[in-house]
């Protein structure tokens, strides 16, 4: 069963999962291969999925501005994929987003990420124009959600 609980941003685990999620990215955009994500705000709060004593799943909502928090970093382990770990960290995101008084709820994602899209759209994102910094990006795809 999958659990979801919230950590430090310095948790080794975490660092671990998005790692693993930056390598998975360098191959599917053809990045440079020390490619690293930017940093994210203060007040960024992290969730890791748990199968047992395993971390299978990360991701993060950042403040952007008031009312709205970006998820980013979400990724889930190759070996998890489709067994709903990505729809308790959508959920528990959200959760976590609204107790912090965020009324919406939005994030970026790839082109060349049609599952990520598919996730997304079924948790009831709908699709917006892309937001800054990802305006001018072909390959950026953007989606938000209320939260109220």
């Known amino acids: 069963m999958t659990t979801v609980a919230e950590c430090a941003a310095d948790d080794g685990l975490l660092i671990a999962l998005v790692t693993a999620m930056t390598a998975e990215l360098v191959v599917v955009y053809d990045l440079p291969v020390d490619a690293q994500p930017p940093p994210l705000r203060p007040g960024t709060r992290y969730l ?19 009312g709205v928090y970006e998820l980013k970093r979400m990724f889930v382990a ?26 919406r709820i939005r994030l970026e994602t790839g082109a060349r990420q049609p599952a990520a899209m598919r996730l997304y759209e079924r ?9 800054p910094p990802h305006e001018a990006d072909p390959e950026s795809v953007c989606y938000e959600k209320p939260l109220v």
């Open 123 to 131: 948790a009831g994102f709908r699709r917006v124009p892309n937001f």
């Open 78 to 103: 190759p070996d998890a994929r489709g067994s709903g770990v990505s729809d308790a960290l959508v959920t528990s995101s959200e959760r976590l987003a609204r107790e912090a008084g965020g009324a």
């Open 48 to 66: 890791l999925a748990w199968d047992g004593e395993r971390a299978i799943g990360c991701c993060a909502i950042e403040p952007v501005e008031p």
